[in-house]
């Protein structure tokens, strides 16, 4: 009965339903192996991520100190000019009093 066509076509659909299986599994496990290397990169990225935001939220920082001194010391040099000029106008009357007083 070797010879019979129907028990060839059923011993073929009997390997193709193992091959099915096989493959079931396979895919199976490759779905779980690549979730996997899909969290590790998404939790890299999530980390990488992090570090610029932090990275960037202290540059940020930086350029806000660094606006604040620039302002600081144009304050002081606007204060500093006004200072001079003071003196230059004290000096001046200075001089006119000692000028009278000689």
Do not use: C
Request: charged share 30%; no cysteine; net charge negative.
């Amino acid at each position: 009965m070797n010879d019979d066509p129907t028990m060839r076509i059923l011993a073929a659909i009997e390997g193709v339903r193992s091959e099915v299986a096989d493959l079931r599994s396979e895919v199976a496990s490759l779905r779980v192996d690549v979730m996997s290397r899909i969290d590790r990169l998404q939790d890299r990225l999530t980390t990488q991520h992090e570090a610029e935001v932090v990275n960037l939220g202290v540059a940020e920082r930086a350029e806000r100190i660094a606006k604040t001194t620039e302002d600081n010391v144009r304050t002081m040099g606007e204060q500093i000019s006004a200072l001079v000029r003071m003196v230059h106008t004290l000096s001046g009357r200075v001089d006119h009093l000692e000028d009278r007083s000689s």
